[in-house]
């Protein structure tokens, strides 16, 4: 099965031959050298002078442990809806019992950095600022630095928190730099691995947030979570063969460059949104992201059904408003140029077919 999804992505081989040992005692010295190598490693990719935590977990794992970790009940935070996951991050907040005040933005489009200042400076009490980097069911990305720049400018005190589930280690980030405070990702896109291990990177003055608020969740409590960090360990029994995955990973970008690693996006995912309107295939809405490409048409199930059948490719469909309507091909992860000539030659036969058949 050839994964072109956003998430999960194909694992590669190096990955694979080390989930296939033996897993470590998360206890013993070697667990503990690997730890604080993926801890040192991940706040590299994140460009981050402050710390990553790791938590067993989706990448919404991670989103609900920061909520619940940073912000008290009663607490105001300002969240950006242009898609489906900045709806659930609305949705856990008010769980928690978070006033939310959602800037709402049609799905397709990023948001306007005016419209999004004048909501924040006129909140007197706000608390945060939450918005989705890449918004994978759309595909497209925020201009986060210019974000962060107008936030800074007015209100300092705004803490800024990013899911960057569908960015991290495919779009350019520069977590300390830009002043981001909090943001969170899985393994199972950039980081190429397995789903199952968020990771949550906190700015300094994010984690003492963390550490003067009661807690409200038990397992997912970031200040639990960061004291036994510092001690070099766990909280909780972790998913040990996942983080062997993940430094493997981290020694792959490392490799590659993490520059590398986001031209390399850039590339594959420009070469297939040329290519699909070559082949007369609009594109979705502002069609930024380049952990994915989504493309409109009539007939999506169709594609997308021939491609797993006769060529065992899996893309996906649209979510939610966008069901019958896009087909989404994932452009993240170990992808290179030659995906791409197998993706469209696959493609071209399908696309093909369904003419002939209409």
Known sequence: MNLFTPGPVNIPQRIAEVMSRQPLHHRSSEFIDLSKRIWSG????????????????????GIEACIASLHQKGDTIVAVNNGR?????????????????????????????????????????????????????TG????????????????????????????????????????VDVAVTGIQKGLMCPPGVACCALSMRAVERVK?????????????????????????????????????????????????????????????????????????????????VCAATDHPDEIIRDLLQKHSIVIVGGQESLQGKIFRIGTCGNRSMADVEVFFNAFDEVIKSIKTEA
């Open 42 to 61: 991940l706040a590299d990719i994140f460009m981050t002078d402050g710390m990553v935590t790791v938590l067993g977990g989706s990448g919404m794992t």
């Open 85 to 137: 996951f900045g709806e659930r991050i609305a949705a856990v907040a008010r769980m928690y019992g978070i006033n939310v005040v959602e800037v709402l933005v049609e799905w397709g489009k990023s948001v306007d950095v005016d419209e999004l200042a004048d909501v924040i400076n006129n909140i007197y009490d706000v608390s945060a600022l939450w918005i989705v980097h890449s918004e994978t069911s």
């Open 140 to 179: 497209v990305l925020q201009d986060l630095h210019v974000i962060a720049e107008r936030v800074q400018s007015i209100n300092p005190s705004v803490l800024l928190c990013v899911d960057a589930i569908s960015s991290i280690a495919i779009h350019e980030f520069r977590m300390t730099q830009w002043d």
């Open 212 to 292: 003067s608020h009661d807690a409200h969740t038990y397992t997912m409590n970031l200040k639990t979570i960061i004291d036994q960090q510092q001690r070099g360990l766990f909280t909780w029994t972790p998913p040990v063969t996942l983080l062997a995955a993940l430094h493997e990973a981290i020694e792959m970008i490392n490799q590659e460059g993490i520059e590398q690693v986001w031209s390399r996006h850039n590339l594959v995912a420009g070469s297939i949104r040329s290519g699909l309107l070559e082949r007369g295939f609009p594109l979705f809405g502002e069609a930024t992201s380049n952990a994915l």
